[in-house]
């Protein structure tokens, strides 16, 4: 895995990353619509410039106790290759340049119970260690079919529903 830039944002304790060039915008959180029949781990959808987008909860995948939006929170607006979601964050600290190809290191084992293929790598900052959120792998097909049918079932609740 080469070097880049990345966005990095945290989630309690745990410092995560995505590159750069899949963010689309960092918004302060507001309270999700219900998103009846989606998949676990998305806990509503939001509408960001008039599109329906899922909002995930990470906290879920990586083990952390579930808790309830606060009004610090940001939502990190990003795109995988099948559709734009909203990642639940606590914080943005920003993006972060990583120019020696050594500085991002291969996945580690991080036990049982957390989805360690949600994790492309690790970035070796300053600040510490800093996983790499796979979004490729935030959603399986199922859950994508999942969350494509509950938008398209809540679109009389929204606006407008963005779905591939």
Do not use: C, K
């Not at 309830?68 to 990003?78: G, P, Q």
């Not at 994790?119 to 490729?136: H, N, P, S, T």
């Amino acid at each position: 895995m080469a070097g880049g830039d990345y966005t990095v944002f945290r989630i309690g304790d745990l410092a995560l990353a995505v590159p750069v060039s899949v963010v689309r915008r960092v918004v302060l959180a507001v309270e999700p619509r219900p998103l009846p029949g989606a998949p676990p781990g998305v806990r509503g959808f939001v509408d960001v410039a008039g599109n329906a987008l899922p909002l995930y909860d990470l906290r879920q995948r990586f083990g952390l106790p579930a808790r309830r939006l606060a009004v610090s929170d940001h939502f990190l607006v990003v795109t995988t290759g099948r559709r734009e979601v909203v990642l639940w964050v606590d914080a943005v600290d920003g993006a972060r340049s990583v120019t020696a190809a050594d500085a991002v290191r291969p996945p580690p084992d991080l036990g049982a119970g957390v989805a360690a293929g949600d994790v492309a790598g690790v970035l070796a900052l300053a600040e510490g260690l800093v996983l790499i959120q796979d979004l490729e792998r935030l959603l399986t097909a199922a859950e994508e079919a999942q969350v494509t049918a509950a938008l398209r079932a809540a679109a009389g609740l929204a606006t407008e529903v963005v779905v591939p």
